[in-house]
């Protein structure tokens, strides 16, 4: 079993869908969760950070954290064409003694939305 | 802010040569910088991490002497790749952290190296 699952898709929607995005893990040593967006031949950019259970909103972006189910959620509102991209869950641990946070992503879930 | 900035985006080369690719964090300091694989609709795939002026860790089965990663200040990473064949073609990324254990990574544009 993968530490992180995520469905690949791909996932097609009409312009202003609302489109949900989810992630399950198994570590419950997880405690940092991020939302990433990759346009293709671009490198992945952070959509979303969170570290505690419940929702946090950004603009059309709302992130959903539920720990006692390990099941992270990106909802996306009012979905554009441009908003067409890879979005990547990344979840790391806690590292109390100076380390890094070493991330693990899911697959990655390749989303469409036509106009 | 938090902008990372990974040259050269795009590399052609011959089989054989040694190509070297930069990773800068423009407007914070980088206390530990990541190196990442992609391959084509697939996930990254962490190759190594390094520390300011600290010998980076690799990742089981990637080799150091064909990857060579340098640390040299808070705002550079270099990684090498050391006589490069077209097995060694893919998607390079970086990404950068700032210092405490709850700072997200940020990630450059990446680097497509094509070795004929």
């Known amino acids: 079993q993968k530490e992180v699952e995520q469905d690949p898709g791909p996932l097609s929607v009409p312009e202003g869908a609302i489109v949900s995005l989810n992630c399950t893990y198994s570590n419950s040593a997880f405690q940092y969760f991020m939302w990433y967006r990759q346009y293709s031949r671009k490198g992945p950019e952070l959509l979303m950070y969170t570290y505690s259970s419940g929702n946090k909103e950004d603009g059309r972006f709302t992130a959903q954290v539920d720990k006692s189910s390990k099941y992270i959620s990106l909802f996306i509102r009012d979905s554009q064409p441009s908003d067409s991209a890879t979005y990547l869950c990344?979840?790391?641990?806690?590292?109390?003694?100076?380390?890094?946070?070493?991330?693990?992503f899911g697959a990655g879930t390749r989303l469409a939305v036509h106009p | 802010g938090a902008v990372v900035s990974q040259h050269p985006s795009r590399v052609i080369c011959k089989s054989g040569t040694s190509v070297k690719i930069e990773c800068r964090s423009l407007?914070?300091?980088?206390?530990?910088m990541f190196w990442y694989r992609q391959f084509p609709k697939k996930s990254l795939m962490l190759m190594a991490t390094s520390n300011e002026g600290s010998k980076a860790t690799y990742e089981q089965g990637v080799e150091k002497d064909k990857f060579l990663i340098n640390h040299a200040s808070l705002t550079l990473s270099t990684l090498t790749v050391t006589s490069a064949h077209p097995e060694d073609s893919s998607f390079y990324i970086c990404s950068a952290t700032g210092q405490g254990f709850d700072q997200p990574q940020h990630f450059g544009d990446g680097t497509r190296l094509s070795i004929l």
């Open positions: 407007d914070f300091q980088a206390t530990t």
């Open positions: 990344a979840m790391s641990p806690i590292m109390f003694s100076g380390g890094y946070n070493k991330l693990i």
